[in-house]
């Protein structure tokens, strides 16, 4: 379908008429921000330790792997879904970059930042003992040609392309409303399973023997 601009209206910010905390679609909506908040399990925090010896919660290391990840859960009690699938995503991108395995990488790539783009970052992150066979749905392997679907989500939000997203395969059952949109965009139940895919990662690197050094 295409779409012409008809006009653009400028109205003055008001927050009771544009962020109204009792309608259903706020951000602000209390009900809705508990619903959300109850469909996350649990949370976590990783401890590093210095070399003298000193703990340091990751959350002030300046390293964005919690940090992007409680701003993802955030987002999603927030009802904002495509922001927390991108957040949960960030925070796996951050995990890639912050372990010193993939350091020598990185140099030779030239390159100061790994993207999360595609298998081919994966693939290095699995050869140094990086647990990336969790971001993968049970049908995917990290050396298919396919992109798995993880890294399509996050490409496709990351990009503002809606209507490339409602094209990805889901293992959730789309409501009426969303298949008769102009675009589909995530849903709660896509947005809780990225997260939770980025959690239990996350967890499982942070649990790695030996332990991964990290770069701040």
């Excluded at 469909?39 to 990783?46: G, H, K, N, Q, V």
Aim: with cysteine; proline share 4%.
């Amino acid at each position: 379908m295409n779409l012409k601009i008809k006009d653009i209206v400028l109205t003055k910010w008001d927050d009771e008429k544009l962020c109204p905390p009792n309608d259903a679609e706020s951000i602000f909506n209390q009900i809705n921000l508990l619903k959300n908040l109850a469909s996350l399990s649990e949370t976590f925090d990783i401890i590093f330790q210095d070399e003298q010896g000193n703990e340091i919660e990751e959350w002030y290391a300046d390293t964005g792997i919690v940090n992007n990840w409680i701003i993802a859960c955030q987002c999603l009690a927030a009802s904002q879904f495509s922001p927390a699938l991108l957040y949960a995503s960030i925070a796996v991108e951050c995990v890639i970059n912050r372990d010193s395995r993939l350091q020598s990488f990185k140099n030779q790539s030239k390159k100061s930042w790994l993207n999360l783009t595609n298998n081919e970052t994966l693939k290095k992150a699995d050869e140094v003992g990086i647990p990336v066979d969790l971001l993968c749905d049970t049908d995917e392997n990290i050396n298919d040609s396919i992109i798995i679907r993880f890294i399509q989500r996050r490409n496709k939000i990351a990009h503002g392309d809606y209507s490339g997203y409602g094209k990805i395969p889901t293992i959730f059952k789309l409501s009426e409303k969303t298949r008769t949109s102009y675009s589909v965009q995530p849903t709660l139940e896509h947005a809780l399973y990225q997260i939770e895919k980025s959690k239990n990662f996350i967890i499982k690197w942070a649990q790695s023997i030996p332990s991964p050094v990290i770069i701040s």
